[in-house]
């Protein structure tokens, strides 16, 4: 049986973009970085032993036990109602083959002119949940019992800015999870996005916490 979250998946990246340049777009013009081009010849990263090391973005990441990692998406994201455009451009996932949780790690160049601090990345990430709540009333109706984490700071190893929130709700008897960090290490902006389905809810939680603490940002070439 084939749940879907919503109607047309919008991606998070897209979200917390368009917040971006609403808010900052018109009061930021001094450059304030040099333009940064991702070199696309570069393989993405490969796995060694237990951890996934990012080439063509420079980062490392556990593998859960029991999880797979995998530099393209797996078919059920789509049937979960991930739209295909968003899920051919991330360059890792992680999920549970049997449970069908997943975590998608994205990267995108800051541009010249964006600034950033801890406030700024609350705010957009706080903004990217209500964005959430409307699609999930758009395909349950409105009133849809959506529960809302409160928007925390995150600590991940090279990144001096992350925030996350997650949202709980239930679907035909199964309580989904999913969650959102977005965070900034010069020069990227970073878009992490888990979602945890309802079998082996508390393992599959368990394995997110456990990849998220040991993600490392290293820097670029």
């Known amino acids: ?8 998946m919008v991606s998070f990246r897209g979200v917390v ?5 609403l808010i900052l777009g018109a009061g930021c013009a001094t450059p304030v970085r040099q333009a940064y081009k991702v070199d696309e010849s570069l393989p993405i990263g490969n796995i060694q032993g237990d951890y996934f090391l990012g080439e063509r973005f420079r980062f490392k990441v556990r593998i859960p036990t ?3 990692g995998a530099t393209r998406y797996p078919e059920f994201l789509v049937e979960q109602g991930y739209g295909l455009e968003g899920l051919k451009a991330t360059p890792f996932f992680l999920f549970n083959p049997v449970t069908q949780s997943s975590l998608q790690v994205d990267f995108s160049p800051a541009g010249t002119t964006a600034r950033f601090d ?3 990345i609350e705010a957009l990430t ?3 949940g209500g964005s959430l709540m409307s699609d999930l ?4 109706g409105k009133n849809f019992p959506v529960e809302l984490s409160k928007v925390t700071p995150m600590q991940l190893k090279g990144v001096p800015y992350a925030a996350r929130m997650s949202a709980l709700y239930t679907v035909k008897e199964q309580q989904w999870e999913r969650g959102w960090i977005y965070a900034f290490a010069e020069p990227y902006q970073i878009f992490i996005f888990y979602h945890i389905t ?4 508390g393992a599959d939680r368990e394995a997110i916490e456990q990849a998220l603490s040991s993600f490392e940002y ?3 070439h």
């Open 1 to 8: 049986m084939v749940i879907r979250t919503c109607k047309q």
């Open 17 to 21: 973009a368009f917040l971006f340049v």
């Open 66 to 68: 029991g999880w797979q």
């Open 118 to 120: 801890q406030g700024i």
């Open 126 to 128: 706080k903004m990217a």
């Open 137 to 140: 009333e758009e395909e349950y």
């Open 198 to 201: 309802g079998g082996s809810r």
């Open 218 to 220: 290293l820097g670029i």
